[in-house]
């Protein structure tokens, strides 16, 4: 078993910037990706950034040039730094922990661009 705990979600204007943090717990040594993923209002969820263990990154096309995903030495937590946040961008933001054949997710942590 994975837990995952995000933090850093909140209100931020348009073109401000927002850092999110996934803290896993358990078996973190069986954890082979780790990505954030998001799901606004009457949307269906859909991926933001991935991470391998090799350090391998992916990202949705509405947010490369804006985001980063990226992680401690010890692969434990994963951040997402995210830039020029647009109003589009509000939804409430998940972590994903996969080992094996097994999806984890975090509680969510909300995100809204607004002024």
């Known amino acids: 078993q994975v837990q995952l705990v995000e933090s850093g979600g909140g209100l931020v204007q348009p073109g401000g910037s927002l850092r999110l943090s996934c803290a896993a717990s358990?078996?973190?040594?069986?954890?082979?990706?780790m990505g954030w993923y998001r799901q606004a209002p009457g949307k269906q969820r859909e991926l933001v950034a991935t991470?391998?263990?090799?350090?391998?990154?992916n990202y949705a096309d509405s947010v490369k040039g804006r985001f980063t995903i990226s992680r401690d030495n010890a692969k434990n937590p994963v951040f997402l730094q995210m830039n020029s946040l647009k109003p589009e961008d509000t939804a409430v933001y998940y972590c994903?922990?996969?080992?094996?054949?097994?999806?984890?997710w975090g509680q969510g942590t909300q995100v809204t661009v607004s002024s």
């Open positions: 994903k922990a996969v080992t094996g054949a097994t999806n984890f």
């Open positions: 358990g078996r973190i040594f069986s954890i082979s990706v």
């Open positions: 991470i391998t263990s090799g350090g391998y990154t």
